[in-house]
């Protein structure tokens, strides 16, 4: 059973930093795709970063704009997401997601989803 521990989020003002954890198990770490969508309410959901570790690519949206850096933890199979200059606009239910590899992960097809964290960003 895939299953997903993610811890991190939470309220910080803008400018401000937070760094997500997401703890997999249940499936082959190494051969999947794993990162994190977010969703603010009344939008769509998107993918902020991704990572697979067996090719050692990574995603990142086009808003991230190099304030988010995406790492790994083989050890622990967890996923990091460390977040700088944050911004109000970056207010949302991030999701830990994993899929099998990065480009169905981008279309969200065949994705397993954590439950989220909130993160909270006031001006």
């Known amino acids: 059973e895939v299953q997903f521990v993610e811890s991190g989020g939470g309220s910080v003002q803008a400018g401000g930093s937070l760094k997500l954890s997401c703890a997999a198990s249940?499936?082959?770490?190494?051969?999947?795709?794993i990162g994190w969508f977010r969703q603010a309410p009344g939008k769509e959901r998107e993918g902020v970063s991704c990572?697979?570790?067996?090719?050692?690519?990574?995603y990142y949206g086009d808003f991230v704009k190099g304030r988010f850096t995406i790492s790994s933890d083989r050890t622990t199979n967890t996923v990091y997401l460390q977040m700088n200059s944050l911004k109000p606009e970056d207010t949302a239910r991030y999701y830990c997601?994993?899929?099998?590899?990065?480009?169905?992960?981008?279309?969200?097809?065949?994705?397993?989803w954590g439950q989220g964290a909130q993160v909270t960003v006031s001006s």
């Open positions: 249940g499936f082959a770490f190494d051969d999947y795709a």
């Open positions: 990572i697979t570790r067996r090719s050692g690519n990574t």
């Open positions: 997601a994993a899929g099998p590899d990065l480009s169905l992960w981008k279309k969200q097809i065949g994705i397993d």
